[in-house]
């Protein structure tokens, strides 16, 4: 199994539509074989979900993410976890043991360059001028 993540400088990337790498890690019975860090190539929204199912992805870790991200990686087969932030190793350690908090409900309805995803303190992305509908668990 394959698990990725959105990845910059060792966290999870707040917003999947702009990721420049993603972490893509080996995964065997709960344990991770391995991790490597790919770049995504300027692939942006919609073509993000095609990159991950080549690269064999069963599944995704991400801050925020839109609708039409959610219907791709839907059609391409892969699960997602999004609403996370923080270290993406322990994400995935986490998701390993059982005990990811995320939520898949949450959806980005912006365009704009700012991420979001990462503002759990405030439970919305508000305060830069965005719609990000974060409920937290």
Not at 98 to 119: K, M, R, V
């Amino acid at each position: 199994m394959k698990i990725a993540a959105t990845f910059e400088n060792g966290q999870i990337f707040a917003h999947f539509g702009h990721t420049q790498q993603f972490k893509i890690y080996e995964v065997q019975d709960g344990k991770i074989l391995s991790s490597a860090v790919v770049d995504t190539n300027g692939s942006g929204h919609g073509a993000l979900a095609g990159f991950l199912k080549q690269a064999g992805v069963n599944a995704l870790i991400c801050g925020g993410i839109g609708q039409g991200a959610k219907n791709a990686l839907t059609q391409a087969g892969i699960i997602l976890y999004a609403g996370v932030a923080g270290s993406a190793d322990e994400a995935v350690q986490k998701l390993l043991a059982g005990n990811l908090s995320y939520n898949s409900d949450i959806t980005c309805a912006h365009h704009g360059n700012h991420g979001c995803g990462g503002h759990h303190d405030e439970g919305s992305c508000s305060h830069h001028g965005h719609n990000c509908a974060h409920h937290e668990e």
